[in-house]
C-alpha cells in the first residue's frame, strides 16, 4: 500500500524526473556526481525520481556492470539524508521476466522505493494474458506504476481490452503514458475512465512529444449516462532529467491554468511547441531516438552536472547534429532554460559537501 502523503501527491500531479546514470571516463559509477543529480531534483522541487528506468540504462543490470541495486541504494539515502519537509516519490524501473522482475521489485522494496515502473518491454511475442498475469505478481510485491512504451524503442502496441484488465489490478496506482501516439494514448485514458478503479490510477504523461498538451486536455467519456473526465495529472519524462527547475514552474504553470478555465490557453499551447522542439534536440527522433541518452547527459555537461557524456553502452553517441541542435533550442528558448538555477545549486554543493 502506498503511504497516504505519497499518494496524494502522486494524485495532485508532480513532477518525476528519470534519473540518469553518472560515469567517469572510465565507465566506473560517479556516486559524487550521481548523488548531486539526486540533489539538484530535489532542490529544483521535482516531487520524485524515477531509478533503473531506460534513461539510467539498462545496461546497468548486466552480470558485469552490476548497478542496478546501487543507484537505487543511492538515491534513497540522498532522499533520506534531504529530510525534506514535503513528500517525495520514489520510483524503481523494474524489468525483465517475472523472475528478473521479481528480484527487483524486492530490492526497491528494500530500499523503500514507493512504486515501481513496470517495463513490459521483456515481452516480445507473449500473449496479452500473460502479461496481465505478470504485472499482477509484481504487484503483490510493490505498487505498480504501469508503463507504455513507444514502439520505436522497444515498446509493442497493446490493446484497449489490455488496458482495462490493467486497471482493474488492485495494487496498480498509476501509469505513464509513452507511447508518442494519440490514438494507444486515448486507449489507457479511455480503458481508465471505464474502469471500476477509475479515481484510484493517476494518469502520467511520458509522451515527450506532447508533454503540455497532454497536460492541459481533458479527456471525457459518456459512461452510464453521466460524464467521466479523465486528466493526465503529472509526467514522468526522460526530458525532465534536465531543465528541472522550469518543468516544476511549467507544471505549476499548467496547473493556474487549469484553475483560471484556460485564461492563458494560447500561450501554453506555444510553450507546448517549445517544449517538444527542445524535445526534439535532446532526443533525437530524427535518428529513431539514437542520442536520447546522451542528448540528456550533453545538457548535464554542459551545466556542470556531469562530467561527460559516457555511457555503458559504446555505441550511444550524439548522432550527427544533434550538439548543434541542443545549442539551437537553448538560445530559442531561454525562458526554459535553468542554467542560473544550476549555477547557484553547484555554488551551493561546493559549499556544503
Known amino acids: 500500500m502506498l503511504k497516504e502523503n505519497i499518494k496524494k501527491l502522486l494524485f495532485d500531479g508532480t513532477v518525476i524526473p528519470a534519473h540518469p546514470l553518472a560515469l567517469t571516463q572510465r565507465l566506473q559509477l560517479d556516486e559524487q556526481k550521481q548523488r548531486g543529480l539526486t540533489r ?7 516531487g520524485g525520481v524515477a531509478v533503473g528506468v531506460h534513461t539510467t540504462q539498462f545496461e546497468i543490470r548486466e552480470p558485469g556492470v552490476n548497478l542496478f541495486e546501487k543507484v537505487l541504494a543511492i538515491a534513497a539515502e540522498e532522499v533520506d539524508q534531504a529530510a525534506l519537509k514535503r513528500p517525495f516519490i520514489k520510483v524503481a524501473g523494474i524489468c525483465g521476466l517475472t523472475e528478473q522482475a521479481l528480484k527487483e521489485a524486492e530490492i526497491a522494496v528494500k530500499h523503500g522505493y514507493d512504486l515501481g515502473l513496470v517495463s513490459m518491454a521483456a515481452f516480445k511475442t507473449q500473449d496479452e494474458h500473460e502479461i496481465i498475469a505478470h504485472v499482477r505478481k509484481v504487484a503483490e510485491v510493490i505498487p505498480v506504476f504501469g508503463f507504455y512504451l513507444q514502439a520505436a524503442i522497444g515498446g509493442r502496441v497493446y490493446s484497449y481490452d489490455f488496458w482495462q484488465q490493467f486497471a482493474a489490478i488492485p495494487n496498480v496506482y498509476a501509469i505513464k503514458v509513452a507511447a ?86 494560447a500561450s501554453m499551447l506555444s510553450t507546448n511547441i517549445a517544449v517538444t522542439d527542445m524535445n526534439a534536440a535532446i532526443f533525437d527522433p530524427a535518428h529513431a531516438f539514437h542520442g536520447c541518452i546522451t542528448g540528456v547527459h550533453e545538457v548535464l555537461r554542459r551545466q556542470g552536472l556531469l562530467d561527460g557524456i559516457w555511457t555503458l553502452n559504446p555505441d550511444e553517441t550524439l548522432s550527427p547534429g544533434q550538439s548543434e541542435e541542443i545549442t539551437r533550442v537553448i538560445a530559442a528558448y531561454p525562458h526554459l532554460v535553468d542554467d542560473a538555477f544550476v549555477a547557484r545549486f553547484l555554488e551551493n554543493e561546493v559549499s556544503v559537501h
Open 40 to 46: 539538484y531534483y530535489m532542490a529544483s522541487g521535482a
Open 180 to 265: 508518442f501516439n494519440r490514438y494507444q494514448t486515448l486507449d489507457v485514458v479511455r480503458a481508465v475512465a471505464h474502469s471500476d478503479r477509475c479515481d484510484e490510477i493517476a494518469l502520467y504523461t511520458g509522451n515527450d512529444d506532447n508533454i503540455v498538451a497532454d497536460l492541459l486536455t481533458p479527456y471525457c467519456f459518456e459512461i452510464d449516462g453521466r460524464t467521466v473526465e479523465k486528466r493526465f495529472v503529472g509526467g514522468l519524462l526522460g526530458h525532465w532529467a534536465v531543465w528541472t527547475e522550469k518543468a516544476v514552474a511549467l507544471l505549476a504553470a499548467v496547473k493556474h491554468t487549469l484553475a483560471t478555465g484556460y485564461a492563458d490557453a
